[in-house]
């Protein structure tokens, strides 16, 4: 099981970190550049707007979907996901669009970014399939599809250069008077539709079974560690019901930082809200870039905790793989953080800082930057701790616990955003995800003495 845990987890970490990073650094960062802090930051609000609320097209269906099939051999209730994320989605863009309109945000956009969101939910949930199904690779191709197809539109407009300006013009003209934020989420849009048709290809040629002779296994097993074909829909309900609670839980303490930054920082200055925001985008896209290793890990390990507790076979290896993994990156990728970030960030957002005003906002995104990327450390834990309470099938435990981290992060942010803008949000992070991988850790070492025992 190790030699082919590794080699599917070089195949998925590889092609992610041939796309992505280039995703981040070459088109996002530059595009940041281009459009300059401000008007990113108004882009950056819109897009965790959406992003916030797109748990509702999920509703942590996707988990439970990988799951079931990683411990049933199948999709059991199919009719009942499809009806239940038709009905979720008309409750996303109702909310955002309400969301939006109070916020006075740009709506046009807005609608953009939302149907963005849909098409990645269902590209999710292709995902979800093939992880369930352990067609790794297949997933792996998936999962860089959307980010490669926009490099290569925001590419065309940024260094070939085709003009943005004529193209919206001709094309799209009731966005030209922000033509630069409409290509970028344009170039989304294309990767997202493309993603989409790859993920319906995919699934027609990996319908066939995991493994017959482990289907036969998990069919005979006393423990059944998935909801039986006849379930009531009230007891089903009630179970996913959990799930969506998690999903939406945990999208809340890690999104809603940009919300509140954009409302808590303005002061006289409209658009101080928005720079702020722009200032945290710096630092959390590479937070973001160092969650995709912790984060694919998360995908392959979900399925095999779920399979090895159906089987009943033991875990603790997988555990202590994925644990030694997580640390050693997350450990050096913050270090580096923490003693270099002023580098990092001057080399790619500040090479020609010689003002006293650039030098004070390097200095500022320096410390941001610190901070969130030492949370990187609890939240690559969850990725393995959590993950392994989440196969448990300790939903509940594990949603009540993220309403507790919403609070503890909306209670820190709301104290310290006013006083210390995007930093004091950092803080707030860091302290949030401790306390979620703090927990997770003590749950799970309590669950092993047990089963020693």
Known sequence: MSKSFFKNLIWLQALNWLIKPVWIFAIERVVQMNLGDTMYGEYYVLFNLGLLFAVLLDLGLNSYVSREIAAAGR????????????????????????????????LRFLALIILNQILASFTLLFRAILQGRQRFIADSILSVTDRFVAILVCAAFLYIPISEAEFVRNWFPIF??????????????????????????????????????????????????????????????????????????????????????????????????????????????????ALIFSTLLSTQLLPLFTRNIAMGTSVKSLLKIGTGIVLGVSVIASLVSIFGGEFILQKLYY??????????????????????????????????????????????????????????????????????????????????????????IIKTMQYLKLKEN
């Open 176 to 289: 030209n008077a922000k033509s630069g934020i409409f290509i970028f989420v344009f170039a989304q849009f294309s990767g997202y539709f493309i993603a989409f048709i790859t993920g319906l290809v995919w699934l027609q040629k990996t319908n066939h079974a995991i493994n017959p002779s482990e289907n036969e296994v998990l069919k005979e097993s006393s423990s059944k560690n998935y909801l039986a074909e006849d379930t009531s829909l009230k007891d089903w309900l009630l179970h996913i019901g959990w799930f969506g609670v998690l999903a939406l839980a945990m999208s809340f303490f890690t999104r809603i930082d940009t919300s509140m930054i954009h409302e808590l920082s303005r002061s006289s200055n409209h658009s101080e809200g928005f720079f702020q925001a722009g200032l945290y985008a710096k630092s959390y896209r590479l937070l973001d870039a």
């Open 75 to 106: 999709l059991i209730h199919k009719k009942r996901i499809v009806y239940v994320r038709l009905l979720m989605g008309f409750i996303y863009v109702l909310l955002v669009l309400i969301l939006g309109k109070f916020q006075s945000l740009d």
């Open 351 to 440: 090479s020609k800082a010689n003002s006293t005003m650039e030098l004070a906002t390097l200095s500022q995104s320096a410390r941001i930057f610190a901070v969130l990327m030492t949370a990187f450390i609890p939240m690559a834990l969850v990725h393995v701790f959590g993950t392994f309470i989440t196969a448990l099938g300790n939903i509940k435990w594990l949603a009540v616990l993220a309403l507790i981290c919403v609070l503890i992060n909306v209670t820190i942010n709301w104290i310290v955003i006013p006083k210390y803008g995007a930093y004091g949000a950092a803080w707030g992070c860091f302290i949030t995800q401790f306390s979620f991988a703090m927990a997770c």
